[in-house]
């Protein structure tokens, strides 16, 4: 008699428990969304522990975020038994790619504490090489750069692979040398940016053939999530650790197993980083790469109500570009809603009638915690954030760095990044003459040239400068007491605890004086910011430590306990799930997204269509759709047009909110019939009272600010979302 199944294998459907139990060789998992297949990964993860297979030290499993991570950790150990500890790989590729760099380091160059550079210190720094060059910033923005770079490293290209074509496409035809110049200032500043994190990996893997079938032994077990948003440097760090040797392989590896054992899940029609450089390519030739794969599907949707799934399913079979798949669910209530349709006339009202349907719902006794707003660009978020303050409803922004984003929280992290690294010019930069201390461009000039003729960092080129004539008495006293500050906390570094030691460089180097001295109404803001900075430091257990984790954990900064409404792009929600999502600002030109509209072809509109497509599955019981008649767009007004997306949702699964007024034609007309009309979508509005409010709402200061807070046009919103790690290019 067989075995009784352990209890973690329970509930798995047949194909589900196939994709578990079929541990040897690879196996490719394809289904839609709410099939199960994130939970097969950790159930396998699960399994192989719980039989003795390997040990959690050799399996090396990929989330796309880290809160997924964390998640499935958890899982883990909750089916698997405490008796598991640890499983230091399972992370994002970014978090795997740091752990294997710290270990490895000196192999590019680098030292183990090196330093992860933010967009922000990114963009410094491409800003400072290019006027190097003699390029007008302006017209050459660091910014752009940024992403030319970031779009390399992507697809696993170094200074000398890029094609001829992006070289000469930007400063006159120096893209080449200045991302050479860029590498070679990081390894100055003994830092790296984000797509480093994996380049080098690949870079340490390739060169040092011993280290590489340490690796390879090491993983019995690969699995990665989201497989379909792989990027190139991603899929070429995996086929890496994933090829086996060739039969004559002479390395002392006898008992190494022939077979691969990566497992890999994903779903084609939720591919949705393409303009990241993720291939979806990567999934579909998963057989080429790894010949004799099992490939399951799974087809039982346990999500979401048939309406949801009915819905969703119509829509992205408008997308030619896919393979196609059944999804059936066996839940069939009667009682399900439909997916709701409402219109509003401005994106304030629409904020408004959310947070009313919230504190609906809230009444009926949902929690905040199963309520998710997943809106199409981060800027939308902000009128929700206001409109939520004002309520007293709570709110967490999810995958995007709010708190660590603000300027006192930079400056207090440039100190601490700096006690620990001290050749981090940038954060030197940042902090020498803040608070003021008469160290002005000119000083910082001197120390910038003298660093430079010297190469040394610029903090070593201060200590050399103070024992000379160069610099005026006053700077000079000025600059003398910086570098014994900062000379006396690295040393504490080691024997402080290091809250106390934070605490004691903000006192000591004038910062929290010099917000105690101001008198703006935001300062004491600023001081509570700087003291839950410290609160939060508690939990690690260095600085380093700390530092690590605000580089790489932008999303883990608010409170999980709290019972609060989740606001995130819908980038960020994929492999997410709520009892109840809201997806606001559904028009042509926000979404699908008016750069998409613009490339033009297919491509483009068919990831905003696979974007729509896990919006809406990211829902279990109710999904609301909004769209406004009038959005602010470059600070200007302009009336939309409901997204075509609308017009492509089957009437069997969804009903039009009833609406007062005739929102650009939407609401009125039964589906069915031409749902509005494209060629004069709101001719008789303008005339509206709500219009007229819209037009006086112009000069109203918080409403002027709405674009300007991000400081991004609305083109560049969207292609600046929050990525696979959580972190998001912003405007500045
Ligand atoms: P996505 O494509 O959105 O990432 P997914 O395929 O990874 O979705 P999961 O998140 O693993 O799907 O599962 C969706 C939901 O269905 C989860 O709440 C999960 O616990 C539940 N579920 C999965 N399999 C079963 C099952 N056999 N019985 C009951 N519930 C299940
Ligand atoms: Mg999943």
Redesign the pocket.
């Known amino acids: 008699a067989a075995a009784p199944k352990p209890s973690y294998l329970e ?3 047949p194909e ?1 428990l196939r994709a578990v139990e079929t541990l040897d060789g690879p196996v490719l998992v394809l ?10 990964l ?1 159930t396998r993860i699960a399994h192989i522990l719980a039989t003795g297979r390997a040990f959690p030290s050799q399996i090396l499993a990929v989330t796309f975020t880290n809160k997924a991570a964390r998640e499935m950790r958890e899982r883990i150990s909750h089916l698997a038994g405490a008796a598991v500890e640890g499983m230091p790989w399972l992370g994002t590729f970014h978090s795997i790619g740091v752990k294997f760099l710290r270990r490895h380091a000196e192999l590019v160059s680098l030292k183990s504490d090196f330093t992860i550079l933010d967009t922000d210190d990114v963009i410094r720094l491409l800003k400072q090489l290019i006027q190097a060059e003699g390029l007008d910033d302006k017209r050459w923005p660091a910014r752009q750069f940024a992403l030319m770079i970031d779009n390399w490293k992507n697809k696993g290209l170094d200074p000398d692979q890029i094609p001829e074509g992006d070289s000469r496409a930007f400063g006159n035809g120096k893209g080449r040398q200045l991302y050479t110049a860029y590498q070679n200032r990081l390894k100055t500043l003994n830092a790296c940016d984000f797509g480093d994190l994996l380049l080098h990996p690949i870079r340490i893997l390739k060169n040092n053939p011993d280290i590489l079938a340490d690796y390879r032994d090491r993983f019995r077990y690969i699995l990665v ?2 497989y379909q948003d792989t990027n190139t440097a991603q899929y070429m760090w995996l086929r890496l650790l994933a090829q086996r040797p060739r039969a004559n392989n002479t390395a002392p590896s006898s008992h190494r197993s022939e077979t691969v054992n990566i497992c890999c ?1 994903g ?1 084609d029609d ?1 591919a949705i980083y393409g303009w990241r450089g993720a291939d979806v390519d990567n999934i579909l030739r998963f057989e080429k790469d790894f010949p004799g794969a099992t490939v399951i599907r ?1 087809e ?4 979401s109500t048939a309406h949801i799934l009915g819905a969703s399913g119509h829509l992205i079979a408008h997308n030619e570009g896919r393979l196609g798949k059944t999804l059936f669910t066996e839940s069939h209530d009667p009682d399900d809603e439909k997916v709701m349709v409402h219109a509003a006339w401005d994106s304030e009202e629409e904020a408004r009638a959310i947070g009313e349907e919230i504190e609906q719902l809230q009444r009926r006794g949902a929690k905040l915690n199963d309520i998710a707003i997943l809106v199409r660009a981060s800027f939308q978020m902000r009128e929700f954030e206001d409109r939520f303050v004002t309520l007293g409803l709570n709110y967490r922004v999810i995958g995007g760095p709010r708190f660590y984003e603000r300027l006192e929280i930079r400056d207090a992290m440039a100190y601490f990044r700096l006690v620990c690294q001290p050749a981090d010019d940038l954060a030197f930069e940042r902090i020498i003459n803040t608070p003021k201390r008469g160290l002005g461009d000119t000083t910082v000039r001197s120390l910038h040239d003298y660093a430079r003729s010297r190469d040394i960092p610029m903090l070593a080129a201060a200590a050399d400068m103070v024992e000379t004539e160069e610099l005026k008495p006053k700077a000079r006293k000025s600059l003398f007491d910086v570098v014994q500050n900062f000379r006396r906390w690295s040393q504490l570094l080691e024997t402080t605890p290091h809250t106390e030691l934070a605490e004691q460089i903000l006192e000591e180097s004038g910062y929290t004086d010099m917000w105690k001295a101001d008198k703006t109404a935001e300062a004491p803001g600023r001081l509570e910011n700087l003291k839950e900075l410290i609160r939060s430091m508690d939990a690690f257990e260095s600085m380093r430590g700390f530092l690590e984790h605000v580089s790489l954990v932008m999303d883990a900064e608010q409170n999980e306990n709290l019972d609060a409404v989740s606001i995130m792009t819908l980038h960020s929600a ?4 709520f009892e109840n999502v809201i997806l606001p600002g559904w028009e042509e030109g926000l979404f699908p997204h008016q750069r998409a509209l613009d490339e033009g072809g297919r491509n483009g509109l068919e990831e905003e269509r696979r974007l729509a497509y ?1 919006g809406i ?2 829902a ?1 019981r109710r999904c609301h759709i909004w769209f406004v008649s009038n959005r602010r767009i470059h600070g200007l007004w302009q009336s939309t047009i409901p997204s075509r997306f609308l017009d492509e949702l089957p009437e069997a699964h969804v009903e039009v909110a009833e609406v007062e007024q005739n929102y650009g034609g939407y609401g009125r007309n039964a589906y069915g019939q031409s749902r509005f009309d494209r060629q004069e979508p709101f001719a008789s509005s303008y005339s509206s009272p709500g219009w007229q409010r819209a037009q006086q709402n112009k000069t109203d200061a918080t409403r002027t600010n709405w674009g300007n807070r991000s400081g991004l046009s609305v083109e560049r919103i969207g292609y600046g979302e929050a990525g696979p790690t959580g972190r998001v290019i912003q405007g500045e």
């Open positions: 509930g798995l459907n589900q289904a839609g969304a709410g099939t199960g297949k994130t939970r097969v950790t999530d989201e899940v779903d939720q799974l039982c949707n346990y999500r994929k492999g997410l799930e896990v599955t990211r279990k």
